[in-house]
């Protein structure tokens, strides 16, 4: 079955300026999750959907980053304005179920670099 | 609050050799446990997961790792390390009482295998 599918692979920005990730899930994948890997950390979960709907959007800091996933199918994160310190990986993840024992699959993420 | 420690940096052993990479783990119930590993610019890739039962889980390319609940650890272990398995490996735990919790990953342990 194809991957999670993440575009683009990479991103230079100016500070302050907008930037968007697109994540295509595996299909029939009900559970999304964004998360930030800053080089030398282990990835950071920023968001995660259930369908459409958002069930943990605790670590997003939402004054500059917003995701959507319209239709419980592609997502989309954007980050406006950027700031230098948003350099990193950004990784889309997809599950079949939610459940806690369930697994998640990585796409090959987009590496962001703002300066 | 769920934590992950992976305490060193980086381990290196010779091919052929036996190898661990620790990790522990702090939740507030019981956890599932999983471990990832991460080659150069890619995505993360599932390796095996604790969830109940047996505490020795085996998964993919010969890894196997050993739940032990009273240490709170969770090691990952190849009887046999090749060359090509020289990556970045991350541990993860959720809390089992929590379906929708976060996915809480370690920093990362980076394993060198030299011929």
């Known amino acids: 079955e194809a991957g999670v599918a993440q575009s683009p692979r990479y991103k230079i920005i100016e500070k302050r300026q907008s930037v968007a990730f697109w994540c295509n899930p595996i299909?029939?994948?009900?559970?999304l999750y964004w998360y930030q890997q800053i080089l030398g950390q282990g990835p950071k979960l920023l968001i995660q959907?259930?369908?459409?709907?958002?069930?943990?959007d605790s670590q997003l800091p939402k004054d500059r980053f917003s995701a959507e996933r319209l239709k419980g199918v592609d997502s989309t994160l954007k980050i406006q304005p950027a700031k230098l310190e948003d350099s990193a990986v950004y990784l889309c993840?997809?599950?079949?179920?939610?459940?806690?024992?369930?697994?998640?699959?990585f796409g090959q993420g987009t590496r962001l670099t703002v300066v | 609050a769920q934590s992950v420690a992976q305490p060193e940096d980086q381990v290196n052993v010779a091919e052929g050799n036996p190898l661990t990479v620790k990790c522990t783990y702090s939740v507030s119930g019981n956890p599932y446990l999983f471990w990832y590993v991460q080659y150069p610019n890619r995505g993360l890739q599932f390796l095996l997961k604790y969830i109940t039962g047996d505490n020795l889980v085996k998964g993919s390319y010969g890894f196997e790792a050993e739940f032990n609940k009273s240490q709170t650890s969770f090691h990952l272990k190849k009887p046999s390390a090749l060359v090509s398995d020289s990556a970045l490996y991350f541990c993860a735990v959720r809390d089992i009482e929590s379906g929708y919790s976060t996915l809480t990953f370690g920093k990362g342990t980076m394993l060198l295998v030299s011929p």
């Open positions: 993840a997809s599950s079949l179920v939610s459940g806690a024992n369930t697994e998640a699959f």
């Open positions: 959907f259930q369908n459409n709907g958002v069930v943990d």
């Open positions: 299909s029939g994948h009900a559970t």
